[in-house]
Every structure is written in C-alpha cells, then in structure tokens.
C-alpha cells in the first residue's frame, strides 16, 4: 500500500506545507487542521468524507505528544502524533478558536 506524502497547500490557512521528513504528514504544521481522507487504516486515504478535522484535545505520554482530531463531518475522531515541525506552542489556542467553529455532525 502507497503511503502519500506530499507537499499541500493547506486547505484552512492556506499556507505551504512542506513533505514531512520522517512521518506521514497529514495535518497542517502551523493550523493542525486536516482532511478526513483516510479510513480505518492510517495513510490508506479510504473514505469519501473529505471533511476537515480539527485538533480538541492534547495528551504527552513518555515525552511524546499525541493530538486528537475530529472530523467535523462526521465526527470520526483519531489520534496522531505530532510532527517534529508542528508549531505546538500554538496548539492550545488553535484548540480553543476551533471549540467556536460549527460542526456538522450532532452527538
Ligand atoms: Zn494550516
Ligand atoms: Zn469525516
């Protein structure tokens, strides 16, 4: 199976993302927000939702960090590990403004 791992135009802040060097990137380094592409399979890009998720939620377990994200479509939630170049000291205010977005899906 192709991992893909190209470089993007984000679709929310719209800036330049580089290729990720060691992972497969799939949210956005400066704005976290990314698109629900993949199914159950991390990388497999197996769902026709292509809704955006947002970051909710941080945790840092044995110096690593690990982000939930949930789609606003569907409410799929997973979590991802952040990438080295991930701009995480503005992760907790990018999480708070996406508390405020609307979401799609009702739980
Ligand atoms: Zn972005
Ligand atoms: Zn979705």
């Known amino acids: 199976m192709k ?20 992972t497969c990137r799939n949210h956005c380094p400066h ?11 991390p990388g497999d890009r197996n769902t026709e939702c292509h809704g955006k998720m947002y970051p909710t939620a941080y ?3 044995n110096g690593g960090m ?3 994200f949930v789609c606003s479509k569907c409410g799929k939630k997973h979590w991802n590990k952040r990438a080295e170049d ?9 999480i708070q ?3 405020k977005i609307s979401w799609e899906f009702t739980n």
């Open 86 to 94: 991930d701009e995480v000291s503005q992760l907790d205010t990018r």
């Open 97 to 99: 403004s996406y508390k």
């Open 59 to 61: 945790e840092i377990k």
């Open 66 to 68: 690990k982000i939930l």
């Open 31 to 41: 704005c976290f927000v990314s698109l629900h592409v993949d199914g159950d399979i």
């Open 3 to 22: 991992k893909i791992n190209e470089n993007f135009i984000c679709i929310h802040c719209k800036q330049a993302v580089q290729e990720a060097k060691q």
